[in-house]
């Protein structure tokens, strides 16, 4: 067996790792792609439509 007498990871170690150069850029990568994967979702949705949510009938304008 052998001693890991590593600290405890932390969200600020992987703060830490994650904004170091070689991994910076995978992590700036991957981060854009979300976020254009994100909003090409969302265009793709439809709205919804309620059944009372009618335009308002055409008028005639009253002079």
Same mark, same amino acid.
Request: charged share 15%.
């Given at each position: 067996?052998? !001693? !890991?007498?590593?600290?405890?990871?932390?969200? /600020?170690?992987?703060?830490?790792?994650?904004?170091?150069?070689?991994?910076?850029?995978?992590?700036? *990568?991957?981060?854009?792609?979300?976020?254009? *994967?994100? #909003?090409?979702?969302?265009?793709? *949705? /439809?709205? /919804? /439509? #309620?059944?009372?949510?009618?335009? $308002?009938?055409?008028?005639? $304008?009253?002079?």
């Amino acid at each position: 067996m052998t !001693d !890991d007498n590593s600290p405890p990871r932390t969200f /600020k170690g992987l703060l830490r790792w994650a904004t170091t150069p070689p991994q910076a850029w995978g992590v700036y *990568l991957l981060a854009v792609l979300l976020v254009w *994967l994100l #909003s090409f979702y969302a265009g793709t *949705l /439809k709205p /919804k /439509k #309620s059944p009372e949510a009618n335009p $308002p009938a055409a008028t005639v $304008p009253k002079s």
